[in-house]
């Protein structure tokens, strides 16, 4: 599975984080407007000196970035052992990928949804062919490709619906009626064997949030491997930064990141190859 996003990708994402106009990146780079223009269109592919010199106005390590240029990284492929409990639910939206995760245990046979992937179908599908009780669908946020069809799996299992209370404006947008429960930091809920501990990790929407249990990490779009989702504002860029390096790369390096989009990653993977965490 390809990376969520390219260089192109994230140059823009930074550049937006910092707050620079295209003529203060080139600027500051001492590349023309036009020439960041088409990097961030993806319609050329930079040389080591652009990305050198871009990485560094971006604070973006700039090894990493190239790796990602050139098409040479890819996280290594999760262990097996890891999915005997997650069945990733890979959702479409017009040909765009959006990933749900349903997590349960497989001797009460209790089970919990992390986002919906736009797809209810394959969510009551998975739940009805291992017999398992739907206790909660976890919204790390409400943007509409992850909480399409909530209010289906809702009717057809009587699960609670679960996000942080942040996120009112999105899922009022939505028209998805009001969650059963708002989560707040540090907040865990048990579910069969499992203890899922809440982590604020706000930036890409004001109440984002990743959850942790047994080594995994649901954090939907606020992070995916070698890159991040994209912020809100400058402020919401910083907000994003500084949580996801507190609270999700500063987890064991195995622990295993199961993003809203592309392929799973880990915590060693992303320390050692995401550009926008530099040691």
């Not at 089970?111 to 206790?135: C, G, H, Q, V, W």
Request: hydrophobic residues 35%; charged residues 20%.
């Amino acid at each position: 599975m390809p990376l969520e996003d390219e260089f192109n990708d994230i140059i823009g994402k930074a550049r937006f984080g910092k707050g620079l106009s295209l003529e203060d990146l080139a600027s500051a780079s001492g590349l023309s407007p036009d020439t960041i223009d088409s990097l961030e269109q993806g319609s050329c592919k930079p040389s080591a000196d652009q990305v050198q010199k871009l990485a560094r106005v971006l604070d973006l390590e700039p090894h990493r970035l190239l790796l990602i240029a050139n098409g040479q990284y890819l996280p290594k492929p999760v262990p097996d052992k890891i999915l005997e409990h997650v069945i990733p639910l890979p959702g479409d939206i017009g040909g765009y990928q959006v990933w749900g995760y349903l997590l349960y245990d497989p001797l009460s046979h209790e089970a919990a949804l992390f986002d919906t992937a736009y797809n209810p179908s394959l969510s009551l599908n998975a739940i009805a062919e291992k017999n398992l009780r739907l206790r909660f669908i976890f919204l790390t946020h409400c943007h509409y490709d992850h909480i399409g069809g909530s209010e289906t799996i809702r009717e057809a299992t009587g699960t609670m619906l679960v996000c942080h209370q942040k996120e009112a404006p999105l899922y009022r947008n939505a028209k998805i009626k009001e969650p059963d429960r708002f989560i707040e930091d540090g907040n865990e809920i048990r579910l069969g064997c499992w203890a899922i501990r809440a982590v604020e990790t706000p930036g890409h929407t004001p109440g984002g949030v990743t959850y942790l249990t047994n080594g995994m990490a649901f954090v939907g779009d606020a992070l995916f491997a070698g890159s991040t989702g994209r912020s809100m504002s400058p402020t919401g860029y910083q907000s994003l930064i500084s949580s996801l390096r507190k609270k999700v790369l500063s987890l064991d390096s195995d622990t295993v990141i199961f993003p809203g989009h592309g392929p799973a990653t880990t915590v060693g993977e992303e320390q050692k190859h995401n550009p926008f965490f530099i040691r």
